[in-house]
């Protein structure tokens, strides 16, 4: 059972990535790779993409890179809930 089925069965309108993975995006070359993979199955499904815990320009940049749609984070709002469109 992969991510890819489950978008496949599911059909969701969006997907938030947890921050926990998004955090390690830095550090960790298999997070970045199971990230990006989320990344473009949801892309190539039509399916929106949330990136949680965005808090530095350079993960705001690698999940820009990735094609992520929106984010969450704490770079200078703290408390938002909504998430914030990537430009």
């Given amino acids: 059972f992969t991510f890819?089925?489950?978008?496949?069965?599911?059909?969701?309108?969006?997907?938030?990535?947890?921050g926990k993975f998004i955090q390690r995006?830095?550090?960790n070359e298999?997070?970045?790779h199971d990230v990006k993979d989320m990344a473009l199955t949801a892309q190539r499904n039509g399916?929106?993409?949330?990136a949680e815990w965005v808090d530095s320009p350079e993960l705001l940049e690698m999940v820009t890179m990735m094609g992520f749609d929106w984010e969450q984070g704490h770079r200078g709002d703290r408390g938002r809930s909504e998430p914030l469109p990537i430009v």
Avoid: N, Y
């Fill in 25 to 27: 995006l830095l550090t």
């Fill in 47 to 50: 399916v929106e993409t949330t």
């Fill in 4 to 18: 890819e089925d489950l978008v496949d069965r599911v059909q969701p309108t969006g997907i938030k990535v947890d």
């Fill in 30 to 32: 298999t997070a970045r």
